[in-house]
């Protein structure tokens, strides 16, 4: 018999904080897997160029919320121009203003939304901060492969500069991995090694070559949240040069472990090189400006990449963040 997601998981020892971590995490995935095997009919039928479809889930889970407060948010959120509708939307899920919205008091901001107010959010306020660290568990399709058992990873990222490490944490796949990347002293190769008996060798390869790319379809430069916020921009930039408003296909407030969600999906024309996918979701918590998840789709309606962010913390790091020899790493 197959192992599930669930004995993968638990396969390499673990500490009971960790196994409830994965079993928070497996959970997660599994739920996103449903999601996704739920909506495949709907979004087949659905054409790239229909207008946004505004669902919200049923009355009975809906919060209330001051209606006369509400309106007098939504009249003046209409009135702002794209970038000050970005920039209200984000200070509102700091604030958490918006958790005391009903889910159709959200989907009413978003239809009040104007097309560029997604990019401009996406672009300059989904992620403000150059240098900080986040967990996230990734499940992905390489060479057509859908992968047994996600990822768990603990990632230190600065954006400019690029400098990057990942861990690859017990209890998911690759467990003991770890790798450095810093692009003002080796733009072109990373530094790391495997995990398991491997990891008592390490080495650099191509940031581009078969190996570095044996895990995953993207490069260790895509590892932080502003690859998505690049990627909504030349998506968009892809819509306006076939005619296409760049607002999300659809808008829904999805329900996931009992948190409710606002999910943004795009459905392209096509997929790569114009689109990066033929189908993008990106999950919000409202509490936090980034996503909490990203999932993708092919042009064959198989899902490409499951992605989930947490802990997402700002830092300052120092000189031996990015430096292999660091005492917390275990390069040798």
């Not at 001051?66 to 509708?85: G, I, K, Y």
């Not at 300052?316 to 430096?323: E, I, K, L, Q, Y």
């Amino acid at each position: 018999m197959r192992p599930s997601i669930l004995d993968n998981l638990f396969r390499v020892g673990t500490s009971p904080g960790r196994v409830c971590q994965a079993v928070r995490a497996s959970i997660w995935l599994l739920t996103l897997t449903c999601a996704i095997v739920s909506t495949d009919a709907l979004a087949q039928s659905m054409s790239p160029l229909s207008p946004v479809v505004l669902t919200s889930a049923p009355a009975g889970c809906a919060r209330a919320g001051d209606p006369v407060t509400a309106n007098a948010d939504l009249n003046q959120f209409r009135s702002l121009q794209p970038d000050e509708q970005a920039r209200w939307w984000r200070k509102r899920v700091e604030n958490h203003t918006l958790l005391s919205l009903s889910d159709a008091q959200i989907l009413a901001l978003m239809d009040a939304m104007k097309p560029e107010a997604f990019v401009d959010y996406a672009k300059f306020d989904m992620v403000l901060d150059n240098t900080y660290e986040y967990s996230m568990f990734r499940q992905e399709r390489v060479a057509g492969r859908w992968s047994d058992r996600p990822d768990h990873m603990t990632i230190r990222y600065q954006d400019s500069p690029r400098k990057v490490y990942a861990k690859w944490l017990p209890d998911g796949a690759h467990a003991g991995q770890e790798i450095l990347y810093d692009e003002t002293t080796d733009p072109d190769r990373i530094y790391g090694h495997a995990g398991g008996l491997l990891r008592i060798v390490s080495g650099k390869i191509a940031i581009d070559g078969t190996f570095a790319h044996a895990q995953s379809r993207h490069s260790v430069r895509d590892l932080g949240l502003q690859f998505i916020a690049r990627t909504v921009d030349h998506d968009a930039r892809s819509y306006r040069d076939e005619g296409v408003t760049p607002r999300p296909t659809r808008i829904e407030i999805v329900t996931m472990q009992g948190k409710r969600m606002l999910a943004w999906t795009w459905i392209a024309p096509a997929g790569p090189p114009a689109h990066y996918a033929q189908r993008v979701r990106l999950l919000f918590d409202l509490q936090h400006p980034w996503p909490s998840g990203e999932i993708a789709w092919d042009e064959r309606n198989r899902p490409l990449e499951l992605i989930r962010f947490e802990d997402v913390t700002p830092r300052h790091w120092s000189d031996a963040t990015f430096d292999p020899h660091n005492p917390e790493y275990g390069f040798h």
